[in-house]
């Protein structure tokens, strides 16, 4: 009962006497829901997509595509996660995949996997030499997605829930110069987890989620019919919080351009996460894509910010549905000297302190 105030072990003690009868009420998990996604912050975002500009560039020939992927691992293993890479090559050249997992409670429920790509490109690189020296800083693609991953990661990582949840930055989604990759690191992913039997709730890949094409903070939803809940949770969670967000789900099984497509190949449930696109043909927007000039001061603090709220209540919601995240709450029915009190609310939260 570590941080479970004064007042609370009153109520407790209060309850032994009366009987302890575990309800779950919306109203109360929302708040503390709500005191989780406050904890999102859009400029630690910002941040971390300004230390992945500053590798030059991230393409998967590039040495910055690597000194990036030492990057993100130190910051997974900041917070206390199990990490690790895992190597393949593409081309000809070395890349990795940098897995960080949070180990649910309960080693039977299916696992939530949050995703996007760290290489870069830049459109003009036409040989290697050029693919090696030109400036591709993806700051929006994808270093946006990268940074969403590392921010939930951040906040998640205070929660229990008996769901396990890898973080997952991808190599080599961008095909290259000469088309030797694309969702090269994705699929080596996938196929290893098909491998070793891994089941998936839910998993979400993150690609350029940065630019706001419009007036309002926008986001996509790709979806196909096996995408399971998490999706619609999120969509949920948009309202349900009042959060600064037009979210737009598209049932799209045509859409094979990011690191959701190998698992839907593989029948995993999952959905890309995108900023507007073009309504007809659905191309990015951006007017900076794969090119020097996609940096920093191109994006949305708050539309990421607002994104990875979203997800964040999203993926409570389900994981409660799934059977459990650690936001229990008990409604103690209190017979206290002949009158009965609701004594309403005991949120035992272990760790959120932490999180705070
Ligand atoms: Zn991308």
Same mark, same amino acid.
């Given at each position: 009962?570590?941080?479970?105030?004064?007042?609370?072990?009153?109520?407790?003690?209060?309850?032994?006497?009366?009987?302890?009868?575990?309800?779950?009420?919306?109203?109360?998990?929302?708040?503390?829901?709500?005191?989780?996604?406050?904890?999102?912050?859009?400029?630690?975002?910002?941040?971390?997509?300004?230390?992945?500009?500053?590798?030059?560039?991230?393409?998967?020939?590039?040495?910055?595509?690597?000194?990036?992927?030492?990057? +993100?691992?130190?910051?997974?293993?900041?917070?206390?996660?199990? $990490?690790?890479?895992?190597?393949?090559?593409?081309?000809?050249?070395?890349?990795?995949?940098?897995?960080?997992?949070?180990?649910?409670?309960?080693?039977?429920?299916?696992?939530?996997?949050?995703? @996007?790509?760290?290489?870069?490109?830049?459109?003009?690189?036409?040989?290697?030499?050029?693919?090696?020296?030109?400036?591709?800083?993806?700051?929006?693609?994808?270093?946006?997605?990268?940074? $969403?991953?590392?921010?939930? @990661?951040?906040?998640?990582?205070?929660?229990? +829930?008996?769901?396990?949840?890898?973080? =997952?930055?991808?190599?080599?989604?961008?095909?290259?110069?000469?088309?030797?990759?694309?969702?090269?690191? !994705? !699929?080596?992913? #996938?196929?290893?987890?098909?491998?070793?039997?891994?089941?998936?709730?839910?998993?979400?890949?993150?690609?350029?989620?940065?630019?706001?094409?419009?007036?309002?903070?926008?986001?996509?939803?790709?979806?196909?019919?096996?995408?399971?809940?998490?999706? *619609?949770?999120?969509?949920?969670?948009?309202?349900?919080?009042?959060?600064?967000? #037009?979210?737009?789900?598209?049932?799209?099984? *045509?859409?094979?351009?990011?690191?959701?497509?190998?698992? *839907?190949?593989?029948?995993?449930?999952?959905?890309?996460?995108?900023?507007?696109?073009?309504?007809?043909?659905?191309?990015?927007?951006?007017?900076?894509?794969?090119?020097?000039?996609?940096? !920093?001061?191109?994006?949305?603090?708050?539309?990421?910010?607002?994104?990875?709220?979203?997800?964040?209540?999203?993926?409570?919601?389900?994981?409660?549905?799934?059977?459990?995240?650690?936001? $229990?709450?008990?409604?103690?029915?209190?017979?206290?000297?002949?009158?009965? =009190?609701?004594?309403?609310?005991?949120?035992?939260?272990?760790?959120?302190?932490? =999180?705070?």
């Amino acid at each position: 009962m570590g941080v479970i105030s004064a007042a609370t072990t009153l109520l407790l003690s209060a309850s032994l006497l009366a009987g302890i009868a575990p309800l779950v009420t919306e109203s109360t998990s929302s708040t503390a829901v709500a005191d989780l996604i406050a904890t999102v912050s859009g400029e630690r975002m910002m941040a971390t997509i300004q230390d992945l500009e500053e590798f030059g560039s991230r393409a998967f020939y590039a040495n910055g595509s690597r000194e990036a992927a030492d990057y +993100i691992q130190q910051r997974f293993e900041a917070l206390h996660l199990d $990490t690790m890479k895992q190597e393949f090559t593409v081309g000809g050249f070395e890349s990795s995949n940098v897995i960080a997992m949070m180990e649910g409670t309960d080693p039977d429920t299916p696992c939530f996997l949050f995703g @996007a790509h760290y290489d870069s490109e830049n459109m003009n690189a036409e040989n290697l030499t050029l693919a090696e020296t030109l400036p591709a800083p993806g700051a929006d693609d994808d270093a946006s997605g990268v940074a $969403t991953v590392v921010e939930l @990661a951040t906040v998640l990582a205070g929660t229990e +829930i008996k769901n396990t949840i890898k973080f =997952v930055a991808f190599g080599a989604e961008e095909a290259g110069f000469d088309q030797s990759g694309g969702l090269a690191g !994705s !699929s080596v992913f #996938v196929l290893a987890e098909k491998a070793n039997g891994t089941a998936y709730a839910g998993t979400v890949i993150f690609d350029m989620v940065g630019y706001k094409a419009g007036a309002q903070n926008y986001v996509m939803g790709f979806v196909n019919s096996a995408s399971g809940q998490l999706p *619609w949770a999120i969509e949920s969670a948009v309202s349900e919080h009042s959060l600064d967000l #037009v979210i737009e789900l598209v049932d799209a099984p *045509w859409m094979a351009y990011s690191d959701h497509y190998p698992f *839907w190949l593989a029948g995993y449930p999952s959905m890309l996460m995108i900023e507007e696109l073009d309504n007809t043909t659905y191309a990015p927007l951006y007017p900076h894509y794969h090119t020097q000039n996609d940096t !920093s001061d191109k994006l949305s603090p708050d539309q990421i910010a607002e994104i990875a709220k979203a997800t964040v209540a999203g993926l409570v919601s389900v994981a409660e549905r799934e059977g459990g995240s650690d936001f $229990t709450i008990y409604a103690i029915a209190a017979t206290v000297a002949g009158g009965s =009190v609701a004594a309403v609310l005991v949120y035992h939260r272990r760790r959120q302190a932490r =999180v705070q």
